[in-house]
T-cell receptor
Framework: TQLLEQSPQFLSIQEGENLTVYCNSS?????LQWYRQEPGEGPVLLVT?????EVKKLKRLTFQFGDARKDSSLHITAAQPGDTGLYLC?????????????FGKGTRLSVIA | NAGVMQNPRHLVRRRGQEARLRCSPMKGHSHVYWYRQLPEEGLKFMVYLQKENIIDESGMPKERFSAEFPKEGPSILRIQQVVRGDSAAYFCASAGQGANSPLHFGNGTRLTVT
């Protein structure tokens, strides 16, 4: 069973601060996706990383895929209240083509104005 | 994610009743996934379907739960004889072809069993 561990589970910061959240596994993934979910809604895809060592930027968000494709991080610069939400990472296992995405439990971020 | 339509948004059932959850995938998507989410938890995979076929149902309880995705019409997740432990948010997602195709989620059905 492929498990994705996300840390921290909860994070509360002041507006303008920087933060990093992590997604780790002992398994190799062919790709990792990050989603953000707001209360009462479904998750929305932020980014997909495919290549080991890949870095992708989305405005103030920077996503990195580990060299060994077992872990990923999300760094937010100058957090804003609109960044508040549940951040989920999800991986496509490398050893099975049809295996559905495996989700971590998420990091619940609260940005206080 | 507005392209994936789920209904109803909220469903209340008494213990022992049946719950039917519907999902219409995004236009052009033929892959449908059902996930369950409990408060403070991530998404747990239940079942993966393509048109008229169940591809992977390894996450779905063997009893009381069933899913279908007919040639015409929405995908249906059916829970018979619901129990309080079935209370959760059920999310449907659809995807196009390709191993790395992202999932597009609906806004979920929140099932409450009283």
């Amino acid at each position: 069973t492929q498990l994705l561990e996300q840390s921290p589970q909860f994070l509360s910061i002041q507006e303008g601060e920087n933060l990093t959240v992590y997604c780790n596994s002992s398994s190799v993934f062919s790709s990792l996706q990050w989603y953000r979910q707001e209360p009462g809604e479904g998750p929305v895809l932020l980014v997909t990383v495919v290549t080991g060592g890949e870095v992708k930027k989305l405005k103030r968000l920077t996503f990195q895929f580990g060299d060994a494709r077992k872990d990923s991080s999300l760094h937010i610069t100058a957090a804003q209240p609109g960044d508040t939400g549940l951040y989920l990472c999800a991986g496509a296992p490398a050893d099975s083509g049809n295996t559905p995405l495996v989700f971590g439990k998420g990091t619940r971020l609260s940005v206080i104005a | 994610n507005a392209g994936v339509m789920q209904n109803p948004r909220h469903l209340v059932r008494r213990r022992g009743q049946e719950a039917r959850l519907r999902c219409s995938p995004m236009k052009g998507h033929s892959h449908v996934y059902w996930y369950r989410q409990l408060p403070e938890e991530g998404l747990k995979f239940m079942v993966y379907l393509q048109k008229e076929n169940i591809i992977d149902e390894s996450g779905m309880p063997k009893e009381r739960f069933s899913a279908e995705f007919p040639k015409e019409g929405p995908s249906i997740l059916r829970i018979q004889q619901v129990v309080r432990g079935d209370s959760a948010a059920y999310f449907c997602a659809s995807a196009g072809q390709g191993a790395n195709s992202p999932l597009h989620f609906g806004n979920g059905t929140r099932l409450t069993v009283t």
